[in-house]
């Protein structure tokens, strides 16, 4: 199932991006369903979620209770999610059991060099040629 199939669901477990452990950091999410089932979602997933639907998502206790309500906060493109909006680093999301760390997406270089394959070299004009 996905999440548009859902009103309402407990986040159970979080997994940060490498090297991170605040609030922004958390990269995915594991929740489960008013029905018992466990699934995971990236955290654009969810903020979407939350934004698009009437959903709400609940952190959940240890003893399997309901706990605080999340809520999308922040400006595009640094959205992110939190349970306690007077202290972050006592968010019951960053209480939760931890997933497997995500690694940082690796982005592409911008570079106009980054696409030169070995064994050629750009001259002044706009063509290359194989070394000799």
Known sequence: MSLASYTA?????V??????EDL????????ASPHGG??????????????????????????????PRIHAVGVRPH???RSNPDDEAADALLMLPRLHSVAPARRASR????GRQ????????TRARPLV
Do not use: K, N
Not at 111 to 114: D, E, I, N, P, V
Not at 118 to 125: A, D, H, K, N, P
């Open 38 to 67: 466990l699934e995971e979602s990236s955290i654009e997933d969810l903020l979407q979620w939350l934004d698009r639907t009437a959903g709400v998502a609940y952190v959940q206790e240890p003893d399997g209770s309901r706990g």
């Open 15 to 20: 997994a940060m991006s490498q090297g991170r």
């Open 24 to 31: 922004r950091g958390i990269a995915r999410v594991e929740w």
């Open 118 to 125: 070995g064994g050629w070299r750009w001259t002044t004009g």
């Open 111 to 114: 570079h106009r060099w980054a």
């Open 9 to 13: 669901l407990s986040v159970t477990a």
């Open 79 to 81: 959205r992110y999610i």
